[in-house]
């Protein structure tokens, strides 16, 4: 490989996955059986919520793979479209029927990054009976959407909400989860072969939604190809991406259409702190392609729930976040705003069920977090809430006076902003 993608990929190596600012860091399947109790396999840097994760073992494995790999100028998807028809399997002609009828998701759904994350929310089995409250609490509050990931404990998140699922016996619940575009994935295969990992954790025969999880620094076309190849083969009844940019959005979108395949949802951080996707157009982009949004950290990260102050700020790399705030002039307008805004619908609306009303109002569907019966209750009763115009005016007016708790230069995926091989632009906040 050129001096140039090695240094991309070490850039990669350095950061990871960043999603809301820390990811746990995930090894490749069978992943968690590979992490001792109690332990991670990455450290965090609370300053600027990007960690050198993969530095121990994991990097050797990237090197090894790389002295394997002989670089092309050709992308992998050349090679694959010039290889013969037989490489992808044909679609079904009944579910080519239904291929442009993209799968209706819910208004409102629930984040499970939280079950199985020691690094970022502390996760320790002593709080399985917690989680499965909570969740008990949302399905009988009709919550119909349940996010997670193959790198969220890793592996456990998806673990415990299949065993939740399993033994509630919940019907027409929706799953979604999400591949890993790490470095060493090189081949479409990577990605079905993770799929299947993420179906046995599961332990369900097809997944609802399968998206990929976050850009790579290389041979993002192939995974598309893989994410259709999921579809085809009926392991998926739908596909969708995460933390793609609006150029990415449609390439992907043209590509999976001439197989026939609809692209239906884009994972994105949305929130009343995080407001780029509406303003740097990637909402709009979605919006006209019918790709759905889902509203990841649409509390950014508590923040909104308006409990964080300087004498009880929250614990581990949440404090800095809090503490930014805190600094900021036009943080207490917003709050007050939001307190307005609650304040009209009933006494016992709180700031959490205004911000995620606020994200319901914009057409996304936001996807909280929930870690018990109090938070799941608390969600669930956004979803009652209808925001006037003038409400959701207000919340704007007051949200674009606060320099946000993040900015899109501090993350990771930064240096995932253009493909490596085709150059193709892929992210962007």
């Given at each position: 490989c050129t001096t140039s993608e090695s240094k991309a990929m070490a850039a990669f190596v350095a950061t990871n996955v960043w999603k809301h600012g820390v990811q746990e860091a995930a090894i490749p399947s069978p992943a968690r059986s590979q992490v001792p109790p109690g332990q991670t396999a990455s450290t965090a840097s609370t300053a600027s919520f990007a960690k050198p994760l993969l530095a121990l073992g994991v990097a050797a494995r990237v090197a090894t793979r790389r002295k394997k790999v002989k670089c092309n100028a050709m992308s992998r998807r050349d090679l694959l479209a010039a290889a013969p028809a037989a490489v992808a399997p044909v679609m079904p002609p009944a579910q080519a029927a239904q291929a442009t009828q993209a799968l209706q998701v819910p208004n409102f759904g629930v984040g499970a990054w939280a079950w199985g994350d020691r690094l970022f929310w502390g996760y320790n089995e002593k709080q399985d009976q917690e989680l499965r409250e909570g969740f008990d609490a949302c399905i009988k509050g009709g919550v119909k959407l349940f996010d997670t990931a193959e790198i969220y404990g890793p592996g456990r998140s998806e673990e415990l909400l299949g065993t939740f699922l399993r033994e509630s016996g919940a019907k027409d619940v929706q799953v979604a989860t999400k591949f890993a575009?790490?470095?060493?994935?090189?081949?479409?295969?990577?990605?079905?072969?993770?799929?299947?990992?993420?179906?046995?954790?599961?332990?369900?025969?097809s997944i609802d939604i399968y998206q990929i999880h976050f850009p790579s620094v290389w041979k993002n076309e192939v995974f598309w190809d893989g994410l259709g190849d999921c579809y085809e083969q009926g392991l998926v009844k739908a596909v969708g991406v995460s933390n793609y940019g609006s150029s990415a959005v449609r390439a992907i979108s043209k590509t999976l259409g001439e197989r026939g395949?609809?692209?239906?949802?884009?994972?994105?951080?949305?929130?009343?702190?995080?407001?780029?996707?509406?303003?740097?157009?990637?909402?709009?982009?979605?919006?006209?392609?019918?790709?759905?949004?889902?509203?990841?950290?649409?509390?950014?990260?508590?923040?909104?729930?308006?409990?964080?102050?300087?004498?009880?700020?929250?614990?581990?790399?949440?404090?800095?976040?809090?503490?930014?705030?805190?600094?900021?002039?036009?943080?207490?307008?917003?709050?007050?705003?939001m307190k307005d805004v609650a304040q009209q619908h009933g006494p016992e609306t709180t700031l959490s069920q205004a911000a995620i009303a606020w994200c319901i109002a914009k057409g996304t569907t936001p996807i909280p977090g929930v870690r018990n019966v109090r938070q799941a209750q608390d969600n669930i009763r956004a979803t009652q809430l209808k925001l006037s115009a003038n409400e959701v005016q207000a919340l704007d007016s007051a949200a674009a006076k606060v320099s946000g708790f993040l900015s899109p230069e501090a993350s990771p995926f930064n240096s995932l902003s253009r493909s490596m091989d085709t150059k193709q632009a892929m992210y962007e906040a």
């Open positions: 575009a790490f470095p060493w994935k090189l081949d479409r295969q990577d990605v079905v072969k993770a799929c299947k990992g993420s179906l046995e954790r599961l332990g369900m025969d395949i609809p692209l239906t949802s884009n994972q994105i951080q949305y929130s009343l702190l995080y407001r780029y996707p509406e303003l740097n157009g990637m909402k709009e982009t979605c919006d006209e392609l019918g790709v759905k949004i889902l509203a990841y950290s649409p509390l950014a990260l508590g923040a909104l729930t308006g409990k964080w102050t300087p004498s009880t700020p929250p614990s581990g790399p949440r404090a800095a976040i809090s503490d930014k705030l805190q600094k900021d002039a036009a943080w207490p307008g917003l709050l007050d705003a």
